[in-house]
T-cell receptor
Framework: NAGVTQTPKFRVLKTGQSMTLLCAQD?????MYWYRQDPGMGLRLIHY???????AKGEVPDGYNVSRLKKQNFLLGLESAAPSQTSVYFC?????????????FGPGTRLTVL | LAKTTQPISMDSYEGQEVNITCSHN???????ITWYQQFPSQGPRFIIQ???TKVTNEVASLFIPADRKSSTLSLPRVSLSDTAVYYC????????????FGRGTSLIVHP
């Protein structure tokens, strides 16, 4: 199993450009999440999904959109990138399990917006 | 959601036992306590989860007092490779759980 994979690993954008980050998981997990992490900070939840076709806002959703058309994929879109969106983005997934809420994280995408 | 408070940083030496305490005064009845470890340039990794008393696995132990208003992650005989940021999360298991990571505790292990 590959676990959680993220594409791309690095990206540099100019202000105003758009891009999509792809997250894929092969563990048949119901829940998927997108976080951002800034230097010296913890992870902040952007959006999450509790199942195929569903999405919800997290703590810092402004400037981002998401889609979960397939259970194994969770896409994060930036329609018009801004320097404030320079960050490391992590995707995670977790099963629906009453006994634990362990999240499995991807390796991250380092995004720089100039 | 229960808010958590952890020390910002800790220092230790190889071979010592490290205890990191997390306060969560408003923990709910159905909340579990979960700890993650994050190395630089990597995503967090699940370490341990518990509800009450003591939980132990091959990596760490988690001590939870009867009132559950705090918890202590114990790392036995740390090595340089345990240098990482440790996060404490509190929330319900399963269901519509929105995880909240704080800044975590930065542990530095010295030779």
């Amino acid at each position: 199993n590959a676990g959680v994979t993220q594409t791309p690993k690095f990206r540099v954008l100019k202000t105003g450009q758009s891009m999509t980050l792809l997250c894929a998981q092969d563990m048949n997990h119901e829940y998927m999440y997108w976080y951002r992490q800034d230097p010296g900070m913890g992870l902040r939840l952007i959006h999450y999904s509790v199942g195929e076709g569903t999405t919800a806002k997290g703590e810092v959703p402004d400037g981002y959109n998401v889609s979960r058309l397939k259970k194994q994929n969770f896409l994060l879109g930036l329609e018009s990138a801004a320097p404030s969106q320079t960050s490391v983005y992590f995707c995670a997934s977790s099963p629906w399990d009453r006994r634990n809420n362990e999240q499995f994280f991807g390796p991250g995408t380092r995004l720089t917006v100039l | 959601l229960a808010k958590t408070t952890q020390p910002i940083s800790m220092d230790s030496y190889e071979g010592q036992e490290v205890n990191i305490t997390c306060s969560h005064n408003n923990i709910a009845t159905n909340d579990y306590i979960t700890w993650y470890q994050q190395f630089p340039s990597q995503g967090p990794r699940f370490i341990i989860q518990g509800y009450k008393t003591k939980v132990t696995n091959e990596v760490a132990s988690l001590f939870i007092p009867a009132d559950r208003k705090s918890s202590t992650l114990s790392l036995p005989r740390v090595s340089l490779s345990d240098t990482a940021v440790y996060y404490c999360l509190v929330g319900p298991s399963g269901g519509s759980y929105i995880p909240t990571f704080g800044r975590g505790t930065s542990l530095i292990v010295h030779p």
